[in-house]
């Protein structure tokens, strides 16, 4: 049984910083490409950060500078740093994983958590 289990959300001021966790267990972690979304409320689900196997990375141009996106591969923990958050970070944060096998790719979600940006 495939489970992502996002944590580290919560209510933050503005300039602060906050740090995700994604725990992943019933996938082999290490070849899994992991991505971080955020769906803020009557907004699409955007990419926030994604890491590839072999630890390449890739942003959207509104966190740049801002966010880092890592992993542990021994913990099976992919992890979104957040520095200088703003209001316009406020949303659900949700963990992707894709797992090629073949010519399948499957596609993993966690039940997100929360992060509010608000003085």
């Known amino acids: 049984q495939v489970q992502l289990v996002e944590s580290g959300g919560g209510l933050v001021l503005p300039g602060g910083s906050l740090r995700l966790s994604c725990a992943a267990s019933?996938?082999?972690?290490?070849?899994?490409?992991m991505t971080w979304y955020r769906q803020a409320p009557g907004k699409q689900r955007e990419l926030v950060a994604g890491?590839?196997?072999?630890?390449?990375?890739n942003y959207a141009d509104s966190v740049k500078g801002r966010f880092t996106i890592s992993r542990d591969n021994a913990k099976n923990t992919v992890y979104l740093q957040m520095n200088s958050l703003k209001p316009e970070d406020t949303a659900v944060y949700y963990c992707?994983?894709?797992?090629?096998?073949?010519?399948?790719?499957?596609?993993?979600w966690g039940q997100g958590t929360q992060v509010t940006v608000s003085s």
């Open positions: 992707n994983a894709k797992l090629q096998r073949a010519v399948t790719l499957h596609d993993y």
């Open positions: 019933g996938i082999p972690f290490s070849i899994c490409a």
């Open positions: 890491i590839a196997s072999s630890g390449g990375t």
